[in-house]
T-cell receptor
Framework: DTEVTQTPKHLVMGMTNKKSLKCEQHMGHRAMYWYKQKAKKPPELMFVYSYEKLSINESVPSRFSPECPNSSLLNLHLHALQPEDSALYLC????????????FGSGTRLTVV | GENVEQHPSTLSVQEGDSAVIKCTYSDSASNYFPWYKQELGKGPQLIIDIRSNVGEKKDQRIAVTLNKTAKHFSLHITETQPEDSAVYFCAASRSSGGSYIPTFGRGTSLIVHP
């Protein structure tokens, strides 16, 4: 299995809702990442998990809460989002946090109404 | 921090032509340079990468060159096909606290006309 699987593919949520994005990989990768991508822009790093521990938080607002239950799963919990948070949320994994390329999932297209 | 400039922002070619995308970086400590292809509705896909101890790398129709002195690297696609149409991102990475986090260029939209 050489894929990163993200669910759901699309999500529409109100500003008072709580929802979660899920990411799964079975490549034995020990680093996992959340990125946010706006239209026609490069991905922006949000969080890095290394060996299931949060190693980097790029000053992301607390309405985004990451969780890594085990080495294969990564969640992003969403609460009280704003319309400007609408974007494509990408999960990625890599063998480690060294100089390795990333395997990205196809993303969750999030719309906040 | 690292700054990566990528040009052109849009590149339109005829099928069979070659395409070249160029990137420059600012941090001389960067030593890993991946390239990603993002098709519509999909996540970025790693297509080729190069490390600073290598000047050129090829994989079938794609090649990457690196000039460390000038701090620039380029992606070359030969015999382009319509399925090469996508947005291409270059990136430069260096070790920071034990992690290599890429700084992405702004992307190049490649359009290959049949």
């Amino acid at each position: 299995d050489t894929e990163v699987t993200q669910t759901p593919k699309h999500l529409v949520m109100g500003m008072t809702n709580k929802k979660s994005l899920k990411c799964e990989q079975h490549m034995g990768h020990r680093a996992m990442y959340w990125y946010k991508q706006k239209a026609k822009k490069p991905p922006e790093l949000m969080f890095v998990y290394s060996y299931e521990k949060l190693s980097i938080n790029e000053s992301v607002p607390s309405r985004f809460s990451p969780e890594c239950p085990n080495s294969s799963l990564l969640n992003l919990h969403l609460h009280a989002l704003q319309p400007e948070d609408s974007a494509l949320y990408l999960c990625a994994s890599s063998q480690g946090t060294g100089s390795y390329g990333y395997t990205f999932g196809s993303g969750t297209r999030l719309t906040v109404v | 921090g690292e700054n990566v400039e990528q040009h052109p922002s849009t590149l339109s070619v005829q099928e069979g032509d070659s395409a070249v995308i160029k990137c420059t970086y600012s941090d001389s400590a960067s030593n890993y340079f991946p390239w990603y292809k993002q098709e519509l509705g999909k996540g970025p896909q790693l297509i080729i990468d190069i490390r600073s101890n290598v000047g050129e790398k090829k994989d079938q129709r794609i090649a990457v060159t690196l000039n460390k002195t000038a701090k620039h690297f380029s992606l070359h696609i030969t015999e382009t096909q319509p399925e090469d149409s996508a947005v291409y991102f270059c990136a430069a990475s260096r070790s920071s606290g034990g992690s290599y986090i890429p700084t992405f260029g702004r992307g190049t939209s490649l359009i290959v006309h049949p």
